[in-house]
């Protein structure tokens, strides 16, 4: 794959999970990365371990939630690389797991918020960045929820599917000046996410007897599609949705 020397990138919820497989692997690829988390120990952890392995990486506090928040964080991470040419809009909160008709517009707003709007926030102060940078390549981590329903989530899958919309606009409106923007939509990935919504109970099982691939995917296998989306290799692809999902929608 073409790698990323002398290009700077940022990944969002990148303190574990997906996102901290997607910013290693960037960092492996010689891209300076910035991993941004709402937890800061475990962006600090991240981007340690980055440096620990001859990377270069700065851990950055982020709650994608907050304009602002977001502001100060893409500014921060161009102030330190001195350009930005790859994002990465990971940061997700899963499903509440409750019937619509039994959900609280509190609970549908804060899923909405973290996952939608937080994507939209990023772009918004993201893409300044990249057309200072002359261009470059965004990727928005989605779900198969954004492609087909998931019983009991529907702020989730509200959610997810925004993003996969967001994802075509923003790739048709930037395309002219050089920003490709696609996402990456995982079935059931094994990550602390995945952990909190199955709990105790059989649903990794279950979830693999549905799986053609019979197994779940792992954060590398999802990140090396997103980290290849945002390659060179990559540079006639935008506004698409790539499902990583060992089989399911087919
Ligand atoms: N794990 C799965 O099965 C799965 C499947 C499909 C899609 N996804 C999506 O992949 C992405 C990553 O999921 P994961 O499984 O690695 O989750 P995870 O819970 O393991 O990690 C998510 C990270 O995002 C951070 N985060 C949460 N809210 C944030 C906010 N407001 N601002 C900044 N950071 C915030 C968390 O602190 C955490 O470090 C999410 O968008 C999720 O919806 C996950």
Redesign the pocket.
């Known amino acids: 794959m073409s790698g990323f020397a002398g290009k700077a990138a940022l990944v969002?919820?990148a303190?574990?999970?997906?996102?901290r497989a997607i910013a290693c692997g960037l960092a492996r690829l010689d891209a300076d990365v910035a991993v941004?988390?709402?937890?800061q120990a475990?962006a600090e952890q991240t981007a340690a371990a980055i440096r620990e392995s001859g990377g270069n990486a700065i851990g950055v506090h982020?709650?994608?939630?907050d304009e602002q928040s977001v502001a100060i964080a893409v500014a921060a991470v161009a102030k330190a690389f001195e350009r930005l040419d790859v994002a990465v809009n990971?940061?997700?909160?899963?499903s509440t797991g409750e019937d619509l008709a039994e959900m609280s517009a509190q609970s549908w707003e804060h899923v909405l918020r973290?996952?939608l709007t937080?994507t939209f926030l990023s772009l918004k102060h993201e893409i300044p960045e990249l057309l200072r940078a002359g261009g470059g390549a965004i990727v928005n981590?989605a779900?198969?929820g954004g492609l087909r329903a998931i019983p009991q989530a529907p702020a989730y899958v509200a959610s997810k599917h925004g993003v996969v919309g967001l994802t075509k606009v923003a790739a048709v409106d930037y395309a002219r000046r050089g920003i490709r923007v696609n996402a990456v939509a995982?079935?059931?990935?094994r990550?602390?996410?995945?952990d909190r919504v199955a709990g105790d109970t059989d649903m990794a099982a279950r979830q693999e007897a549905i799986t053609p691939l019979g197994r779940l995917a792992t954060?590398e296998e999802v990140a090396a599609v997103a980290i290849w989306l945002c390659s060179a290799d990559a540079s006639y692809i935008t506004g698409t949705t790539v499902s990583v999902d060992g089989g399911r929608q087919a």
């Open positions: 969002t919820g303190g574990r999970g997906i996102g941004l988390d709402l937890d475990a982020v709650d994608v939630a990971n940061a997700g909160i899963p973290v996952n937080g981590i779900s198969n995982p079935a059931i990935t990550t602390a996410m995945f954060p």
